[in-house]
C-alpha cells in the first residue's frame, strides 16, 4: 500500500491558513527547508494530490514558477479532488481531475501500484483524510509566527490520536519541519 503524506506549513499555534480563509501570508521563506524537503519528498513521492479550493492558487503559482522544487512540482503526476469533474485543468502539466469522493479517492489511489502520495493542500482536503485515518506520515513546516486564528487542518477529528516524532529539524528562518507517524 502506498504511503500518505501531508505536507503543510502551519502556524505555531497550528493553523494552516491565517485569519482569512486562504490567508498564507504568514509563510516563512527558507531556501534551505525547501530545498532539504524537495530532496527528501523527491525521494519518496511520486504524485500529488491536491484539493480543489488550493487548485487555482497552486497551479498559477507552480506553472510559471523556476527550479529544482517548481521542476519536480510541474512533472509530478497530480491528482485534483473535486466533485466537478468540468475543472480545467490544462494550466498545470500532469494534472488529472479524481471526481467524487476525495477519501475514496485516495483510498482507491493508496491501494496502487507506485511511491507515496503527497497533499500539499487544502485545509479541507487535509482534515478530510486527516479524519478518515488514511494520513501516514505528517510532515509538517511549522513557521515562527503566530496568527490567534486560522482554519486548522485537525478539527476532523473526534478523538485524540497519538504521533511519533521520526525527526525535528530546525531551519536558518527559524521555521521547523517535523516529521510525525502515527
Excluded at 502551519?10 to 490567508?23: A, F, K, R, S, V
Excluded at 525547501?34 to 513521492?45: D, G, N, Q, Y
Excluded at 467524487?100 to 503527497?118: H, M, Y
Aim: charged fraction near 20%.
Amino acid at each position: 500500500m502506498r504511503p500518505l503524506i501531508v505536507f503543510s506549513d502551519l502556524t505555531l499555534d497550528g493553523y494552516m491558513t491565517g485569519p482569512g480563509d486562504d490567508d498564507l501570508g504568514y509563510m516563512v521563506d527558507d531556501p534551505v527547508l525547501e530545498a532539504v524537503s524537495t530532496t527528501e519528498l523527491r525521494a519518496v513521492a511520486d504524485t500529488i494530490i491536491v484539493g480543489r479550493r488550493s487548485f487555482p492558487g497552486m497551479s498559477a503559482h507552480w506553472a510559471s514558477a523556476e527550479g529544482d522544487l517548481a521542476d519536480w512540482m510541474n512533472a509530478t503526476p497530480k491528482h485534483l479532488l473535486t466533485s466537478d469533474a468540468s475543472v480545467d485543468v490544462s494550466a498545470w502539466p500532469h494534472t488529472v481531475v479524481a471526481p467524487g469522493d476525495g477519501v475514496e479517492r485516495v483510498r482507491e489511489l493508496k491501494a496502487g501500484a507506485g511511491g507515496a502520495l503527497v497533499v500539499f493542500g487544502g485545509t479541507a482536503t487535509v482534515r478530510s483524510l486527516v479524519g478518515a485515518g488514511l494520513v501516514d506520515e505528517y510532515w509538517l513546516k511549522v513557521n515562527p509566527v503566530l496568527t490567534g486564528t486560522g482554519d486548522s487542518p485537525f478539527t476532523a477529528l473526534t478523538e485524540s490520536r497519538r504521533l511519533r516524532l521520526r525527526s525535528a529539524r530546525p531551519f536558518p528562518s527559524g521555521s521547523l519541519l517535523l516529521v510525525y507517524t502515527p
